[in-house]
């Protein structure tokens, strides 16, 4: 019997990656939910995962979650500027609990990517490297759930603003990328590196064309100096640090920094992706 610990299960990845293991055949008994706050998990305790309480911030809780667990899903944190230390807490965890491999959602081709986000991954890659422990790199690229924060203002106004030029992005579902991790997760030996792209590679006028195509409006794309996009974010009340780094990545995508031909993520699937249209349609339908 193996058993699979699943890092931040109540967020949107994590409990992805924990329905993806149970459809993938996994037993919700041999799942364990690592969660912050247990109240949040019920829907996880009443599926039989097996769910216990721990911070990123604190490794002596997660020594004591991951007791018993054989192979551990580590999901990235959100907390920009923390996650190293955070994700090193829960590398030294897993290597005083015995864990024997763990797959770590990093970012696509991490190792020469020029977005300032890619950072932290690096340094966790490194960290994990060092551990001792066997380890699966899932360099995830961009989820295209990230454009629904976008895609209303968009949709009204008819303009999606942006700075990634003619640059393409090759996006994926969260829920895709989430099953492709819980497929590495089950059948990985360690030493895997996947690069995780969708299959289809969209400029930003394509973007604006596919918001145009599931609301029934006209949206059109104008591009922005980078520092002026990041303004305006600013001004819409987006924190100016955040702000910064969403204008990167758009410069990223510009760069070619989040396209890829890998078929990775369509090989773990097993099937095709989801479409960027489809991810767009099912979030504005409240889906």
Request: net charge negative; no cysteine.
């Amino acid at each position: 019997m193996t058993t699979y610990a699943v890092t931040g299960a109540t967020g949107g990845f994590g409990s992805a990656a924990v329905t993806a293991l149970i459809s993938r055949g996994v037993t919700p008994a041999d799942i364990v939910a690592v969660v912050r706050n247990a109240e949040k998990a019920a829907a996880l305790r009443a599926a039989g995962v097996q769910v216990r309480v721990a911070d990123y911030r604190h490794a002596s809780a997660f020594e004591q979650a991951l007791a018993g667990v054989d192979r551990l899903l580590l999901v990235s944190g959100n907390e920009f500027g923390q996650r190293l230390s955070q994700h090193t807490n829960v590398v030294e965890a897993a290597q005083k609990a015995g864990v024997g491999l763990i797959a770590y959602t990093s970012i696509l081709r991490a190792d020469n990517s020029p977005l300032a986000l890619a950072t932290e991954h690096i340094a966790t890659e490194k960290v994990l490297a060092d551990s001792g422990i066997p380890v699966i790199l899932l360099r995830n690229g961009w989820y295209s759930e990230n454009y629904l924060r976008s895609a209303p203002a968009a949709i009204e106004g008819g303009v999606l603003y942006g700075s990634a030029r003619d640059g393409a992005v090759a996006p994926a579902a969260r829920a895709d990328y989430a099953d492709a991790a819980a497929a590495a997760l089950i059948s990985g030996r360690g030493g895997e590196v996947f690069e995780l792209v969708g299959s289809q590679h969209l400029s930003y006028a394509d973007i604006a064309a596919a918001f145009a195509e599931v609301s029934g409006k006209a949206v059109r794309y104008q591009d922005l100096p980078e520092s002026d996009y990041a303004a305006a974010l600013t001004r819409a009340g987006i924190p100016a640090a955040f702000a910064g780094v969403l204008a990167d990545s758009d410069a990223g995508v510009a760069a070619g920094a989040l396209d890829s031909d890998s078929s990775d993520l369509v090989d773990l699937l097993g099937r095709p992706a989801t479409t960027f249209a489809e991810v767009i349609g099912a979030g504005l339908a409240g889906a």
